[in-house]
């Protein structure tokens, strides 16, 4: 995660450099609950290589710790479009009688089910006064802490790459000055994710999450 807060405060920088002086560097925190519906797990046991087939119904626990979270940069130009980057740290949690059907004792994906995206967003500054609507979308990857042990002791735990994800969001924010303001969206996430498990098995499910964020944001 330090490789990550890292990137985020290199970009920040890189863009507070490279911007022109008409253009807005944000930056944004945020908290709330997320959720993620029911997805198919697919895969092959570790150990004995025997395929396994099952819906999950995944749980979020927005608030259990690691809470969930996530942190935005974007770079405003004067035509009210942004561009940045955007890291996500929900959760995903298999039921434990859904997962002991299949032969796992942990199935999580807690510490997070991190997603990383690069944003377009669009804005509508200056036309309601004190409040600010927009939209967004990003494409970029899923790196979650992949937890998992199978019944019969294998463990993997461990941050993994795990393929393609991406984002959308609409919200409003609240200023409550030049500089600080609040905020409040909905916002979507879905990844397809083929993760390794230790003793040679494997893990694939597509996630998605969807969460209401209240944060707030820092412009210069």
Do not use: C
């Not at 990857?141 to 994800?165: F, I, K």
């Not at 303001?181 to 916002?187: D, H, R, T």
């Amino acid at each position: 995660m330090r490789l990550i807060l890292s990137f985020f405060a290199g970009l920040t920088v890189l863009l507070a450099l490279s911007a022109p002086a008409s253009a807005q560097i944000e930056l944004s925190f945020y908290g709330g609950t997320q959720s993620s519906p029911h997805s198919r797990v697919t895969g092959t046991y570790p150990g004995t290589g025997a395929p396994f087939n099952a819906l999950i119904g995944w749980e979020g626990k927005s608030f259990s710790p690691p809470p969930y979270y996530g942190a935005r940069v974007m770079w405003w130009q004067r035509s009210d479009l942004g561009f940045g980057a955007e890291l996500t740290h929900a959760k995903t949690y298999a039921p434990e009688a859904e997962r002991n059907v299949i032969g796992f004792n942990r199935m999580e994906f807690t510490d997070g089910h991190n997603i990383i995206t690069l944003n377009v967003m669009k804005r509508w500054n200056d036309r309601f006064g004190s409040f600010t609507p927009y939209v967004g979308a990003g494409l970029g990857l899923a790196l979650p802490h992949v937890d998992v042990t199978s019944a019969n002791g294998h463990q993997t735990l461990g941050y993994q790459l795990t393929g393609p994800a991406a984002r959308l969001t609409a919200g409003m924010k609240y200023d409550l000055t030049d500089n600080w303001a609040l905020f409040g969206e909905y916002q979507f996430t879905y990844s397809s994710n083929k993760a390794k498990l230790v003793g040679g098995g494997t893990l694939n499910t597509d996630i998605i999450t969807n969460a209401i964020n209240i944060g707030v944001s820092y412009s210069f």
